[in-house]
Structure formats: structure tokens, C-alpha cells
């Protein structure tokens, strides 16, 4: 980073001079090569485009999707002028201004559409002049499915349900960070942080009324979000990609196809909407231990969508709708609703996922795990992995943990020795592979263009996307974030988090005869 310090602090002037000469250079380079090639080939077409080794050309499309396209010089060099300054502007977005790195808020001009409790919706945003990639998160915070539920989020959690205390800017972490220290391949997009209020996993389309306390448009607030980021250039984007965690990684499978619809219906179907769903993909199983529907976080999955669904008018995508006619509840599941989808969705799940074990009513804390709670979540595992097996861009890793894209340690939690960051590269280049081929084969089906099932074409070697951790308990991934004791928030190695759920790894190595550390090792390896 020493390198963009030094050229944010030299100033415009230098900046452009520096990336004009450098693409010049670059030019002038790529026509003599053109030449060359024309005078080897014999060929003398006017426009065309120059032809990137593999690996450069791969470097290029994972940094941005702007177009080096040297054909307008030939006839238009104030183009060629405008499209060096824009390349400049992307490669320092922060030199020619002072340097910000925060996301504003900006609430919604459409007024009627709210929070919970009626104070207005809205996003915050840090714009990227030079670049069409768009990052559209949304923020994940569970729900509440009924009055009493409701009350009580509104008087412990009143802002994941109302406006009225939210800061004036948010600084962007993990995806969405704006150094490319951390964050390698959507640094430089325009990031979009859409805060959740209206406690209906996204779903909502509900108005408060004299009956009603409380409003849920969780589903008519992202169509809002997107109606307003087309004036602020979203209509001249290549790719939208619709990002989430937990609440907001369900809201992300329930929205993603409705906001490529949307963006279709009002003449932009050449941006390509994807959707990155993390720690969103719930199973609608039967609990450890059975309690009544009494609280958000103890009310089995099934009752609570059920309930909630019909207290938040919650939509569902149509396709899915119509596969679960009268029984909507199960498009908030992620393996019932994924098979529906049109749009590219990419799955980050944990393998043994926190929230999901709440739900269940399994305590991980006070005394060790007896052997029923150990057979639970091993087969917790099991059920999950099988779920996942048909996804084609998926990364779940054996760990017990919850939300992962915008942690501060995202870059290094790895499966199979590729991290997220690098998948989603993969993703993109595999995407971007299998544009190309369906339009040299002249393809104009949308779905076969856009869905998931789409991904025809091999990923390039060494750039794996469906990466899931086959080891069979929590953290048998090495790369698996810290733990903490959830009583005393004390750090717990992978040893003591072994044996606090009943299995010593210290006195089976004892018993072998080996070091403690080699039989994890040793476990680990042959369970990947």
C-alpha cells in the first residue's frame, strides 16, 4: 500500500500524467503488436481488439470489468482521452479528492416505504466514479413473527426496527472494504450497506396501519434501494451483485431474481445480478430439544416462517411460489428455494453454523457436550453437506461459527487450501467464461444465460468453486476462526473445544502414543 499512500498525497496532475503515459506506453505497445500480427497474417480488419495472454487477461477481469478497449482510438482520440481518465479514476478513485473511505447514508425518496416503525428506510453508499461493479449488501439480524415477539425486538434491538439512531456514515469491512489489502477483488465497486429494519428476513411488503403496529417491507425497501442507485449511475453498470448474511443471506435468495426482474422491466437487462448468500441457508429441521414458539430464538424454524409469513405479507419469488403452492414457508429454506432460481447465486454456509445450532436448542456452553448433543451436531453436519452437494459455487467450511463476508478475517479462513476471496474470483471468471460461449453460440435464453445451472463450462484449472470441508466435527478445519468460552469470552484452542465436546484428543494420542497436535493433523488431512 506504500505505492497508492505516495500517489494519493502527489495529487491529480501526477496521477493522470503517470496513468496517461502508462497507458500510451501500453498502446503503443498493443498496435505494433496488432501489426505485427496483421503482417504475419496477412489480415487487415480495422477493429480489433487486443488479444490478452490468459493469465494478464484474467488479472485484468478480476481487478475491474471496465473495458480496455483500444479500437476507439483509431477514430476518436478525445474518447480514448476520457477513457484513460475514467481508468485513472478507477486505479486511484481517492487521489483527486480527499480521501474517504466511509459509506453515507442516504434515506429513500420514496417516504412510504419504512422501517418497523415508520421512521424512514434507507442505505449507505461510497461511490466509485470509475468502476461498474456494484456490491448490494444486505444486513442480517433474525426477525420477529408476531406482536409479542416484535414488542420485545423493539425494546432490546430498537435499531434493527427503526432509523432514528442510525450514524451518519459506516467505514466498509471484510467484502465490503474499500483496501484492496483486503478485499483483492471488489475493492474499488461501488458499496451499498442496507441496514435491516423491518425484521421480515427481507421478505415484507406490508404498510403500518391503525391495526397494525408495526410496518415490513423488507422486500419493498431493496426495490427502493435499487430504484434510487440507477440515478446515481447503477444504470450504466455491468454487475450487480446482491450480497447478505444470516437474515439478510435468506433475504438475498428470496430477492435476487426479483431485483434482475425489476432491473429488466425498467430497460437495463444487460446488467448481470448475481447473488452472494452467506450463513442464510437454514435448515427447516427438527430441533434437539422441542420448546414452544414462545421466542424468536428458540421457536423451531418451521413455526417461525409459518407464523411470520402470514404477519409479514412475505412474498416469494413466483417461481418458487408456484413449486410450493400454499406452503410459501418453505422459499425462506435455502435447499428448497435454490433449485428455483434464475440468477447466479454463489452459497457461504458453516458447516456448523451458530445460529442454526440456537435454533436447534443446542448449548454449547456450562458443562462438556454429552455423546446425544455430539451425535446431533455431527449429524447437524452431515444433513447440511448433503443439502449443499448440488451447488456449484458454494464455500462451507467445518467450523462453528456464523457470517463470514464482511468479518475482518474473511481472507484467511480457507477449504482445501483456496480462500473465499479466491473462489469468488473463480466464480466470476467461470461466470464471465460462460457468457462468452453462450454468446459465440448465439444463446438468447435468459435462464440458460443467467441461472445457476448455466455453469457449463469447467472452472479453469487450479480455480476450484465448489469447496466443502468433508471433515465430521467443528473447527476440524485448521483455518477455522478463534473460539471463545461463550461463558467467560476466554480464547479456547482446538484441543480444548475437542474435549469440551467430548472428544480428548490429548488422551487418544496418549493412548496412541503420538503427539497431540499430529493426531489433529493426521484427522484433519484424511477427513479432506
Known amino acids: 500500500m506504500s505505492t497508492h499512500r505516495l500517489d494519493r498525497r502527489l495529487g491529480t496532475f501526477g496521477y493522470l500524467v503517470r496513468s496517461f503515459l502508462l497507458f500510451l506506453f501500453i498502446l503503443i505497445s498493443a498496435q505494433r503488436a496488432v501489426e505485427a500480427r496483421r503482417a504475419r497474417s496477412g489480415r487487415t480488419h480495422a477493429s480489433r481488439r487486443i488479444q490478452l495472454t490468459p493469465h494478464y487477461r484474467d488479472r485484468v477481469e ?8 483500444f479500437t476507439a482510438v483509431e477514430g476518436n482520440v478525445d474518447n480514448f482521452m476520457t477513457q484513460i481518465k475514467n481508468l485513472a479514476q478507477s486505479l486511484y478513485p481517492c487521489s483527486a479528492q480527499k480521501l474517504d473511505q466511509d459509506m453515507k447514508l442516504h434515506f429513500l425518496k420514496n417516504e412510504s416505504v419504512t422501517c418497523n416503525d415508520g421512521s424512514p428506510a434507507g442505505y449507505y453508499i461510497k461511490e466509485s466514479k470509475g468502476s461498474k461493479r456494484w456490491l448490494v449488501y444486505l ?4 426477525y420477529c413473527f408476531n406482536k409479542q415477539t416484535c414488542d420485545s425486538r423493539y425494546d432490546t434491538m430498537r435499531r434493527l426496527m427503526s432509523s432514528t439512531k442510525w450514524t451518519r456514515t459506516r467505514r466498509g469491512t471484510g467484502i465490503l472494504s474499500p483496501l484492496p489489502e483486503d478485499n483483492p477483488h471488489w475493492w474499488n465497486a461501488n458499496m451499498v450497506y442496507i441496514p435491516y429494519c423491518s425484521s421480515d428476513a427481507w421478505s415484507g411488503a406490508m404498510n403500518k396501519t391503525e391495526l397494525s403496529d408495526y410496518a415490513f417491507m423488507g422486500s419493498l425497501i431493496i426495490k427502493e434501494v435499487v430504484n434510487d442507485l440507477l440515478s446515481k449511475g447503477l444504470d450504466n453498470a455491468k454487475v450487480l451483485l446482491l450480497a447478505g448474511s444470516s437474515a439478510g443471506g435468506t433475504g438475498v435468495l428470496l430477492n435476487v431474481d426479483q431485483v434482475a426482474e425489476q432491473l429488466e422491466a425498467q430497460g437495463f437487462p444487460g446488467i448481470k445480478v448475481r447473488g452472494l448468500a452467506d450463513s442464510g441457508w437454514f435448515l427447516d429441521n427438527r430441533q434437539y430439544r422441542h420448546t414452544d414458539c414462545l421466542h424468536t430464538i428458540t421457536c423451531p424454524p418451521t413455526d417461525a416462517i409459518k407464523r411470520g409469513i402470514r404477519y409479514w405479507g412475505g412474498l416469494v419469488p413466483e417461481s418458487c411460489r408456484q413449486a410450493h403452492v400454499g406452503e410459501e414457508w418453505n422459499c425462506f429454506f435455502g435447499y428448497k428455494i435454490y433449485p428455483t432460481l434464475k440468477s447466479p447465486v454463489f452459497v457461504v454456509q458453516w458447516l456448523f453454523d451458530e445460529a442454526q445450532l440456537t435454533v436447534d436448542n443446542v448449548r454449547l456452553t456450562g458443562q462438556p ?28 467450511p467445518a467450523c462453528l461459527s456464523h457470517e463470514l463476508i464482511t468479518r475482518t478475517y474473511w481472507m484467511d ?9 479466491r473462489a469468488l474470483h473463480c466464480w466470476d471468471r467461470s461466470l464471465q467464461d460462460n457468457a462468452r460461449a453462450n454468446s459465440s453460440h448465439g444463446s438468447h435464453n435468459h ?19 465448489h469447496l466443502i470441508d468433508s471433515c465430521p466435527w467443528p473447527h476440524c478445519n485448521p483455518t477455522c476462526p478463534t473460539l471463545r468460552d461463550q461463558l467467560t469470552g476466554q480464547e479456547m484452542s482446538v484441543i480444548q473445544f475437542l474435549k469440551h465436546m467430548g472428544f480428548d484428543v490429548q488422551k487418544i494420542a496418549q493412548q496412541h502414543g503420538m503427539d497431540p497436535g499430529k493426531l489433529l493433523g493426521m484427522l484433519n488431512n484424511n477427513g479432506n
Open 413 to 421: 479462513i480457507q477449504v482445501k487450501g483456496t480462500s473465499l476471496p
Open 447 to 465: 435462464k440458460h444465460q443467467h441461472g445457476h445451472k448455466a455453469l457449463s463450462t469447467s472452472p479453469p484449472r487450479g480455480c476450484p468453486l
Open 139 to 142: 444486513e442480517g439480524g433474525w
Open 62 to 69: 478480476a481487478a475491474e470489468s471496465f473495458p480496455l478497449d
Open 369 to 396: 457436550v454429552q455423546q446425544n448433543q455430539w451425535t446431533y451436531i455431527h449429524n447437524l453436519g452431515q444433513q447440511l453437506r448433503s443439502t449443499l452437494q448440488d451447488v456449484p459455487a458454494l464455500f462451507a
